[in-house]
């Protein structure tokens, strides 16, 4: 039943009815009765390509998108941009047309068109037509001198200005939205390339999360800096439950390792320590965590001087237990090569498969000096112990043949 399932993990004795939370909550709400919680399928909170992958459903208050109406435009997909961009134009151009044929024909022009004693509004303006092509030359400025407002027409005169300051503005809108859509640092994020997995191996001794980052551009990122966010669902001591809840991963923010010259690929390495959340987490416990790592990677064009971003994330099946990266760069004659072949490679090294709790419990219980590997610490604890094998085998054997030499005696 859910009251008795919820009991186990909430101490409130207020009841929480399941269909008010939200979607996700629902979907990530801890079942212990539940086995097979690590046969579902993660569900990205960003995808491979950056794309964060969120749907803001029920938005009531959709008048923000029109206080906000530029950003709205920028952020449009660009066939709706250019067909709002067309639009835009062409119905200004119809109502001021509009206008102008209704100026002709209230003042009589229409009726006096083969009058040459008549002066019209406009000459040369002889219907719809005409109208929304003086309309056009007014707005663009194009002026091909056939249709002519005259100074008879005050009125005229009045539309005139009224359109050019209006034809202006649009023109400033929209043409300042298109170069704003135009100069969008997104494209440059597509050659900042991440590696597909994530590794954990010991790296100066201590066990490290890492990945790879790379920028396929000969012109460099200024100022670029790197973030990682663990996106995992928790439930606090009274009982709350937190969707998504994200929690910083510290890859060199008190040390400056996390601001980049990003010339050529570059290894991120995130010490597990005891600040770390995978600090309790083993290899043989990591496939059974429902946990995503985002990084972020953020620095000004430097050709444009516009701020970019970069994101990627990383599951627990993309997370390799015992890897390290493959070597890209390489000296050439008088310059440095990158192989982007083997920017995703990785081979197989040596990692013990505790965690890093484990192997600091291990570290202090041997008593050995900090600045040794874990590794050799491991073998040597492994050296001991066959060492105190083949003693108790020889003490063993000893005991044996005596025993054999007593029996003999009685013999005799």
């Known amino acids: 039943p859910q009251g008795d399932s919820m009991d186990q993990d909430v101490e409130s004795p207020v009841a929480i009815h399941q269909p008010k939370l939200p979607k996700q909550a629902?979907?990530?709400l801890p079942r212990h009765i539940s086995r097979?919680?690590?046969k579902r399928k993660i569900q990205r909170y960003v995808r491979?390509?950056?794309k964060c992958n969120v749907h803001h459903g029920n938005v009531?208050?959709?008048y923000r998108y029109l206080t906000d109406i530029f950003t709205t435009l920028v952020d449009l997909k660009w066939r709706f941009n250019l067909l709002i961009f067309v639009m835009v134009y062409t119905v200004t151009w119809l109502f001021f047309g509009m206008i102008w044929w209704l100026i002709a024909y209230i003042r009589g022009d229409m009726d006096h068109i083969e009058d040459p004693s008549w002066t019209p509004c406009v000459t040369n303006l002889n219907g719809f037509v005409s109208a929304f092509l003086f309309s056009i030359e007014t707005e663009t400025t194009i002026g091909y001198g056939y249709r002519v407002i005259t100074d008879k027409c005050p009125e005229g005169i009045i539309l005139l200005l009224i359109q050019s300051v209006l034809g202006s503005i649009v023109n400033a809108f929209m043409v300042g939205c298109m170069f704003v859509k135009i100069s969008q640092p997104k494209k440059r994020a597509e050659t900042l390339v991440f590696s597909t997995h994530a590794v954990i191996s010991?790296?100066?001794?201590?066990l490290c999360l890492m990945f790879r980052v790379g920028d396929l551009r000969n012109s460099h990122i200024v100022e670029a800096s790197i973030r990682a966010k663990l996106i995992k669902s928790k439930q606090t001591s009274e009982g709350e439950f937190i969707p998504l809840n994200q929690t910083d991963i510290n890859v060199g923010y008190y040390t400056g390792d996390d601001r980049l010259f990003l010339v050529s690929p570059l290894i991120i390495s995130h010490e597990i320590n005891q600040q770390s959340p995978f600090w309790e987490i083993s290899k043989a416990q990591l496939p059974k965590e429902e946990l995503e790592i985002v990084v972020i990677l953020e620095g000004m064009v430097e050709a444009t001087g516009m701020t970019c971003q970069a994101r990627s994330s990383y599951i627990t099946s993309e997370i390799l237990w015992g890897y390290r990266f493959t070597p890209v760069l390489t000296l050439e004659d008088g310059f440095y090569e990158v192989d982007y072949n083997?920017?995703?490679?990785?081979?197989e090294t040596s990692t013990p498969s505790l965690s890093a709790k484990e192997l600091a419990e291990l570290a202090s219980r041997a008593e050995l000096p900090l600045s040794w590997s874990v590794s050799s610490k491991l073998n040597?604890?492994?050296?001991l112990e066959t060492e105190e094998e083949e003693k108790n085998l020889e003490e063993q054997t000893e005991r044996n043949g005596d025993v054999a030499n007593l029996e003999n005696e009685s013999k005799v």
């Open 26 to 28: 629902r979907d990530d």
């Open 202 to 206: 010991m790296r100066d001794g201590k």
């Open 342 to 347: 083997s920017f995703h490679e990785t081979y």
């Open 36 to 38: 097979d919680r690590t």
């Open 60 to 62: 009531r208050e959709t």
């Open 48 to 50: 491979k390509d950056g």
């Open 380 to 383: 040597q604890h492994a050296e």
